[in-house]
DNA sequence: AACCGTCGCAACCGCCGAATT
DNA sequence: CAATTCGGCGGTTGCGACGGT
């Protein structure tokens, strides 16, 4: 184990950035581990990944937020809770951290939102099926936003269908899969996550257990197949 | 001009799950 | 099967910019 102090911490500056993209233009992305020995950049691999997927990548969209944009955020935090990779994945060009941001600074202000308040009591496995069909539910009601969106932008990993892999492919559009966690923010009006899931989709073996912030001895359960 | 408080954003930290060894 | 490594996530922190006094 290398001591983390070796590691080069703060901003990263505009030399860092070229040698880092120049990197990943020839080898493509992954294991950042080895992008950061090989670069011999003196940040660890992690630092490597956030600055790419949050500055670098060029699918990042920068500038303010529309108030399309900040709509669908609302909208989407609302059914979501703090979920911002989910999110973020649903606002073309938008990162995670960018989502969080705005919401922290602008939009939880806006809404008079306190912060802090949701709560994961819950956590099964989501299969891809039931990811798919997620997605499909709790976007339909956005209304023309979502419908406008191209495919790819229903990825919720960060590649969104058009960067190159290590291994030299691209990563394919579709859906996250494996455990996701679903929570209910505070103040939020449930009644229309509920009634627009239906059983038909539900997996047998998977269910959701929520507890509302202000109701701690009330829970759901989501078609547990029992 | 200097100080101070606030804001927005980039980056870091700690944790977790998946993949690999 | 256990240990290790890696990628990803959400929460938090730190710092520069900016405006008010």
Known sequence: MKAESENKRGLWTAEEDKILLDHIRVHGRGNWNRIARETGLKRCGKSCRLRWMNYLSPN????????????????LHKLLGNRWSLIAGRVPGRTDNQVKNHWNTCLSKKLGIKKGKSKVVGIKNVTQSLS???????CTPLGSYLSELPNKCNNTSEAQGNEVTKDGSQSPPGFMTGQREVEMSDNYDSSFLFSSI????I??????????????SVGFVWNSGF
């Open 60 to 75: 990042v969209k920068r500038g303010h937020f529309s108030e399309e944009e900040e709509d669908l955020i609302i909208r």
């Open 132 to 138: 798919r069909e997620l997605d499909k539910k709790v």
């Open 198 to 201: 239906t059983d038909d989709f």
């Open 203 to 216: 997996n047998p073996t998977s269910f959701y257990f929520m507890e509302p912030p202000d109701e701690p």
